[in-house]
């Protein structure tokens, strides 16, 4: 019997198309709160910028996997699991953006702000909608524990060889997130059973990016959208229709949810 639902937000509760939730997504997260199912956001957003978007108006969660699941909050926002990044990796991180000037997005629990911008930042931060964050001086940012930062780079000129201590995840063509080893949906999704007493045969999860494959995997049932990346295909149980074509809704009924 699940018990409660995970889902990612962009690609999988919002259309990449129509950068809106369709109805039959709103239908079916009423119809899962009116069973006692509980709901899960998780996703490598922050809680502020999600608000200030207005991504999820009109929806209510039980709790929020943020940030690639590097901080996971109840419903009221008290953090229950929380893996920043290395000070040390951070330090080294900052010195080669510096070196190569190359665009950062750096992101802590209330605010983000990035370097400056070029081409493929720009075109990443539309497709997912979010206004271009503050621009400074990074440092200024790490007073605060930093919880992920993105490089709008290809893959093979990451620096991560001066990371030892974090890992990356794509969400995007132009886009990476790095961020404590420690943390990921999946870490999160894990922490996320333990603090609210579920077993992962109670859970079910969607998603649609790479960044969702642990979570995907570590569901007792996990859903990947028709236009989701391989490796999200690769670890679900069950691929869906499209965001748009009700895949949501379609596959909770699949499986007797609803």
């Known amino acids: 019997m699940i018990k409660a639902v995970f889902f990612d937000i962009d690609g999988t509760l919002i259309s990449w ?4 939730i369709p109805a039959s997504a709103y239908a079916a997260l009423d119809a899962l709160r009116e069973k006692g199912i509980l709901c899960f956001v998780a996703t490598g957003r922050s809680r502020f910028e999600i608000e200030a978007a207005h991504l999820l108006d009109g929806l209510r969660f039980d709790g929020y996997l943020l940030n690639n699941g590097q901080l ?30 190359v665009s950062c997005w750096m992101v ?4 983000s702000a990035i370097n400056h911008t070029d081409p493929a930042a720009e075109k990443a931060l539309s497709d ?20 992920k930062f993105s490089l709008f780079l290809p893959p093979e000129k ?30 999160a999704f894990l922490a996320t059973l333990k603090h609210f007493g579920l077993e992962p045969a109670e859970c079910m999860a969607f998603g649609d990016s790479d960044n969702d494959a642990g979570m995907l995997r570590a569901a ?26 009700d895949g ?11």
């Open 128 to 147: 997912i909608h979010t206004p271009v964050p503050m621009q400074g001086d990074l440092r200024e940012l790490c007073r605060d524990p930093v919880y």
């Open 17 to 20: 198309e129509t950068r809106a």
């Open 158 to 187: 990451l620096p991560m060889a001066l990371l030892p201590h974090c890992t990356k995840t794509q969400w995007h063509a132009f886009g990476h997130d790095i961020f404590s080893s420690e943390g990921g949906k999946e870490q």
């Open 220 to 245: 007792g049932i996990g859903v990947a959208m028709a236009a989701a990346s391989a490796g999200a295909h690769a670890a679900a149980d069950f691929v869906t229709r499209d965001c748009n074509d």
């Open 108 to 111: 802590s629990a209330g605010q």
């Open 248 to 258: 949501i809704l379609f596959a909770l009924r699949r499986f007797a949810v609803l």
């Open 72 to 101: 996971a909050t109840d419903g009221q926002g008290r953090a229950y699991f929380s893996t920043p990044v290395d000070t040390g990796d951070l330090d080294r991180l900052l010195q080669w953006v510096d070196a190569h000037g």
